[in-house]
């Protein structure tokens, strides 16, 4: 590897990290942020391919907000992404003005993530593919990679073969599997090695896939890193603009003015979603719901659950709302078809009771009032007859907070088997566990144990302890 690679992360001081940070979701116009530190990235990781499931990373900067906001695919392929980290501190200081300040760990560009992923391949002995790049960087990097971690294991395949011809894509896909990689590296640039994974993905036996932009080509030293001092206040572009002018001067020239305009006509008009956090006001949101529930309609549209679960923003149920009028699907056909939910979970919350209303709305209807309010006039497929039975036995025994994700399709029975084991042993309560792994995210949590443990518990009973006594 390139020696200045990994000095420039151990120089940023934020390589090893030096405290505990937790993760949190955010939403900035309606694009949801994974907020994570490299360590808790590298974790997820590890827990992904040590529990055999496949996990997508991908990553926020201003340039993929930009595209976000021009292609709907590259929108949806980020909000039903495992992780979608933030790489950049532009992004940061968009999510400080409207209102939270992060600290600055929560930056995760590949200068940091990439040594310590490669330090935590060295040390168990994993295997990654390196997919992209021109043949003879591609060499070089994995000729680096191989010296300086000859525990785990490198391959690869370089990214300028015909990505429109099928028996190309196809030859590519054998060689992935062929090699068995833990991790598969895509670094063709955005927002072509996204669309890449988005058709292929599939077809791939590998556990953990990111998308790296030009990080094989830093791996090979083609690409110098920015300096420290300028990358933390922001200023990378500038480093970036200048190496490559020709390349990137649309990109930041135009692209960072759009970019800031958006942020602030947001704040300025009020339309900006508000932003939420998994960890930091969980005990106050919690406390909210416990004085609330007497209160509230128990029963909730499904657009409502999906937001509350956070599974979608409402910023994309309102976009979903705008092609179901245009098209005359159902709202949950049109999410499940787009990937952004499983069809799994939309029975679920249908048959736990997610109001089923006509699609068809009044005059006057307010939009940005009831713009998480959307249902489906019908279940995608109606529950079975046994379903039933034990949703009307629910009250009387509750199951537990494991059978209900996978009930709804957002977690396996492997991977809860796997969470009770070290459950076990440590002592955790199973939501903490999976949240720790990147298994499943706390607000929905939270949302399991307000809406089905939460009609179990006594009256006086508050939610938080409550939820203390069912994970």
């Given at each position: 590897?390139?020696?200045?690679?990994?000095?420039?992360?151990?120089n940023s001081g934020l390589l090893p990290q030096a405290r505990q940070i937790p993760n949190r979701n955010v939403h900035l116009l309606g694009r949801r942020l994974t907020l994570m530190t490299v360590p808790a990235i590298v974790e997820a990781i590890s827990s992904a391919i040590a529990q055999e499931r496949k996990l997508t990373i991908g990553h926020y900067n201003v340039h993929g907000f930009n595209l976000s906001m021009q292609l709907p695919w590259f929108h949806s392929f980020l909000q039903a992404a495992d992780i979608a980290h933030c790489d950049g501190m532009g992004i940061i200081k968009a999510l400080?003005?409207?209102?939270?300040?992060?600290?600055?760990?929560?930056?995760?560009?590949?200068?940091?993530?990439?040594?310590?992923?490669?330090?935590?391949?060295?040390?168990?002995?994993?295997?990654?593919?390196?997919?992209?790049?021109?043949?003879?960087?591609?060499?070089?990097?994995?000729?680096?990679?191989?010296?300086?971690?000859?525990?785990?294991?490198?391959?690869?395949?370089?990214?300028?073969?015909?990505?429109?011809?099928?028996?190309?894509?196809?030859?590519?896909?054998?060689?992935?599997?062929?090699?068995?990689?833990?991790?598969?590296?895509?670094?063709?640039?955005?927002?072509?090695?996204?669309?890449?994974v988005l058709h292929h993905r599939e077809q791939l036996n590998v556990k953990a896939v990111l998308v790296g932009g030009a990080i094989i080509d830093r791996l090979a030293g083609e690409v110098s890193d920015c300096p420290t001092l300028l990358s933390n206040v922001g200023l990378e572009?500038?480093?970036?603009?200048?190496?490559?002018?020709?390349?990137?001067?649309?990109?930041?020239?135009?692209?960072?003015?759009?970019?800031?305009?958006?942020?602030?006509?947001?704040?300025?008009?009020?339309?900006?979603?508000?932003?939420?956090?998994?960890?930091?006001?969980?005990?106050?949101?919690?406390?909210?719901?416990?004085?609330?529930?007497?209160?509230?309609?128990?029963?909730?549209?499904?657009?409502?659950?999906?937001?509350?679960?956070?599974?979608?923003?409402p910023q994309h149920i309102r976009q979903a709302l705008m092609e179901q009028r245009q098209s005359g699907l159902r709202l949950g056909e049109i999410l499940v078809s787009q990937g952004c939910v499983r069809e799994a979970t939309v029975d679920f919350l249908i048959a736990h009771g997610a109001l089923e209303t006509s699609s068809t709305r009044p005059p006057h209807h307010d939009v940005d009032r009831h713009?998480?309010?959307?249902?489906?006039?019908?279940?995608?497929?109606?529950?079975?007859?046994?379903?039933r039975s034990l949703l009307q036995?629910?009250?009387?025994?509750?199951?537990?907070?494991?059978?209900?994700?996978?009930?709804?399709?957002?977690?396996?029975?492997?991977?809860?088997?796997?969470?009770?084991?070290?459950?076990?042993?440590?002592?955790?309560?199973?939501?903490?566990?999976?949240?720790a792994q990147g298994a499943v995210r706390p607000e929905t949590v939270?949302?399991?144990?307000?809406?089905?443990?939460?009609?179990?518990?006594?009256?006086?009973?508050?939610l938080a302890h409550s939820r203390r006594a069912y994970l």
């Open positions: 590897m390139h020696p200045d690679f990994t000095q420039s992360a151990q400080g003005f409207l209102g939270m300040e992060l600290p600055r760990e929560y930056r995760v560009s590949y200068t940091l993530l990439m040594p310590a992923l490669l330090e935590e391949c060295e040390r168990k002995g994993l295997k990654m593919f390196l997919l992209g790049s021109k043949p003879q960087y591609l060499s070089v990097a994995l000729q680096n990679l191989r010296e300086q971690y000859p525990n785990a294991g490198f391959s690869g395949q370089h990214g300028y073969f015909p990505r429109d011809n099928p028996q190309a894509n196809a030859m590519v896909i054998e060689a992935i599997n062929a090699a068995q990689p833990d991790i598969l590296l895509v670094g063709m640039g955005m927002p072509v090695q996204e669309e890449w572009w500038t480093y970036r603009l200048f190496r490559e002018p020709r390349r990137l001067g649309a990109r930041y020239l135009l692209g960072n003015p759009a970019f800031v305009c958006q942020i602030m006509l947001a704040k300025l008009l009020g339309l900006h979603d508000s932003l939420e956090t998994d960890n930091a006001t969980l005990e106050a949101a919690a406390q909210a719901l416990a004085n609330s529930s007497a209160s509230r309609n128990p029963q909730k549209r499904l657009g409502e659950y999906l937001v509350e679960a956070g599974l979608l923003t713009e998480a309010s959307a249902t489906l006039p019908r279940p995608l497929s109606s529950p079975t007859t046994s379903t036995a629910a009250q009387a025994d509750p199951k537990r907070l494991g059978e209900y994700l996978i009930e709804a399709g957002l977690s396996t029975p492997q991977v809860i088997h796997q969470a009770l084991d070290i459950q076990r042993s440590s002592q955790q309560r199973l939501g903490e566990i999976l949240v939270e949302f399991m144990v307000t809406y089905f443990h939460g009609e179990a518990a006594p009256a006086a009973m508050s």
